[in-house]
């Protein structure tokens, strides 16, 4: 460990200026220049950058902006250089990799597609590389042209990474083949370890927060809308905060008075202060369509708060139904409505719930996945 290196953190984000997948790579790049290491960071050019990469470049990291595209037809890839304008598009970032002369890139991507443009300049300039997968989905099924292209650039990272067991396990069927490079890390969470947050001596109303982007297709606040909805929830002393903001916000909040539930909702935008959330909260909703293994989640149950999910990607790989919280059996409305229900029905039994699901997340992540991360990439340098 006591070798220094070069490691540029590319990231692959692009429908938002900042979200919870950056912030594995994010933690890491910061400890690895704590420790004397040299950092580059790629990110998607916007005005303004993200307060967290002017951070890591306050830090000391070298910066390049690029302008990334998708994994495109293998037609059109193959016409590549007769369309020289559009390939060239990435020049600088070749360039500014050529330069920095990195032992090490990791791309960090939303899904297993996210980044191929910047995983294939690594490929072909033989830069060793990393990949971290965030999320994944069963809808987000590659094509044969896609999976021939993708088993090369997978194969040859020389390591790959998911969040959660559940995601890794539907990459390898994706792609057809077992990745034996491949391996789970944690995500971080936003929160001290040894400070849990007592239970809200109110119990009524029942507090529930979902905390997350707001974009129903991957999040799914639309359940919790739509079932608040139905006769049985009217006179139940209830209340719902969504944190967070996202491209649905507004079609959220329709929904909600269409649904004639603006009673039992807020909408409180983001918000930095996630221990405040659970002082005032006692259960967090999370009907998700596709995931990977969220922070919000872990920092609920550090807080010893139990949790209503769907079993997608890695929510039941630390949470068992009836013990740390309850789970529907997938994203559908009649199994979301069902899980409420028993939430509804086990109400006295929720601090009890708490505390396990706080055990639990002490037992399945470390205190600093973002140094364990570090380390990893780290040892991965010849």
Not at 87 to 112: I, M, P, T, Y
Not at 208 to 234: S, T
Not at 306 to 312: E, G
Request: charged share 25%; proline share 5%; with cysteine.
């Amino acid at each position: 460990m006591n070798k220094k290196t070069k490691v540029v953190f590319i990231s692959a984000m692009t429908r938002v200026a900042w979200g919870g997948s950056e912030a594995l790579w994010h933690g890491a790049a910061m400890r690895l220049m704590e420790r004397g290491h040299t950092v580059g960071i790629s990110v998607k050019a916007r005005k303004p950058l993200p307060s967290p990469v002017i951070d890591l470049c306050q830090s000391g990291a070298s910066l390049q902006a690029h302008h990334p595209y998708g994994l495109i037809g293998s037609g059109l890839l193959h016409l590549r250089e007769r369309f020289l304008p559009f390939w060239r598009k990435h020049a600088r970032l070749e360039s500014w990799l050529r330069s920095f002369q990195a032992d090490l890139v990791c791309v960090s991507g939303g899904n297993f597609k996210d980044g191929y443009w910047a995983l294939e300049i690594l490929n072909r300039l033989s830069i060793p590389y990393v990949i971290v997968v965030q999320a994944n989905t069963e809808w987000l099924w590659p094509s044969d042209s896609e999976r021939e292209r993708l088993l090369r650039i997978y194969r040859d990272a020389k390591a790959v990474f998911c969040v959660s067991r559940a995601n890794l396990d539907l990459l390898e069927d994706q792609l057809a083949t077992r990745l034996a490079n491949a391996e789970v890390v944690r995500n971080p969470f936003n929160l001290d370890w040894d400070q849990p947050s007592s239970w809200p001596v109110e119990s009524e109303p029942l507090r529930m927060a979902c905390v997350g982007r707001l974009e129903p297709d991957a999040k799914g606040q639309d359940l919790i809308i739509k079932c608040l909805a139905r006769p049985e929830w009217a006179n139940r002393a209830v209340e719902v905060s969504f944190f967070g903001e996202g491209a649905s916000s507004q079609s959220l909040e329709e929904l909600a008075r269409r649904e004639q539930v603006l009673d039992k909702v807020r909408f409180c935008g983001n918000t930095n202060d996630i221990a405040g959330v659970w002082r005032d909260h006692h259960v967090l909703l999370l009907p998700s369509r596709y995931e990977g293994l969220p922070l919000a989640l872990v920092e609920a149950m550090l807080c010893g708060r139990p949790s209503v999910v769907t079993d997608v990607a890695g929510h039941c790989e630390v949470v068992t139904d009836g013990i740390e919280g309850i789970v529907a059996k997938a994203a559908n409305q009649a199994l979301w409505n069902d899980a409420m229900e028993r939430l509804w029905s086990q109400k006295m039994q929720l601090c009890e719930m708490g505390g396990r699901a706080r055990t639990r997340a002490r037992l399945e992540f470390p205190e600093d996945p973002c140094a364990v991360f570090a380390d990893k990439l780290v040892d991965l340098i010849d």
